[in-house]
């Protein structure tokens, strides 16, 4: 089986077996996925879910939030490690939101990679999750299942995994494969046991089973 055949199976089968999925940080408005995804690094999404609740109580829109001081958004944000640079960089990036984009984000990936603290993950993941583009979101979940998949071989660099995803991956299907990843991650081809690969939709056509490219 080819790489692209492998990749179009894979999406199906995650599509039948996760039906329903989405961005596992909660938020309303796209600033605040900006923020959640930034205190999400080396942080679990439902903590970060929970801190942020006690910051957009106490700043609850863009302006608040680049209005405040350093020193007043990282005690609330500490709990997700990192809080002086996470603070330091979540209020430059709702100044220039605020000075520069009228208080919204850009739908412009370019855009996205000049504000402070975002990155290609998160700038993928406001272009799928909020504008609806096409998106490769390339966290270490992702980075994980298609290296045992087969999809790709030894390839740990995010960019370079992401940029051998979009040569495989319909565009349209981009965005949820990638939220597929994560649920498949946490349940099945998990990181810190031994995967679960009796369980796994996959199993016949995993590389990890020693299923190779034809």
Known sequence: ???????????????????????????????????????????TDARVNVVVQDLYEKFPDVNALADAEVGEIEPIVRPCGLGRS????????MKILRDQYGGKVPD???????????????????????????????DTHCIRLVNRMGLVDGVKEPKKVEMALWELIPPEEGSDFCHRLVFHGRDICTARTKPHCERCCLNDICAKNGVEEK
């Open 1 to 43: 089986m080819t790489k692209e055949k492998l990749a179009l199976e894979i999406v199906e089968r995650l599509k039948q077996e996760y039906p329903d999925v989405g961005c596992t940080l909660d938020y309303d408005q796209a600033w605040k996925l900006l923020v959640s995804v930034r205190l999400a690094a080396q942080c």
């Open 86 to 93: 996470k603070a330091r960089d979540i209020s430059a990036c």
């Open 108 to 138: 412009d990936f370019d855009a996205l990679l000049k504000l402070p603290g975002v990155g290609r993950k998160s700038a993928n993941l406001v272009m799928g999750d909020v504008f609806g583009k096409p998106a490769i979101v390339t």
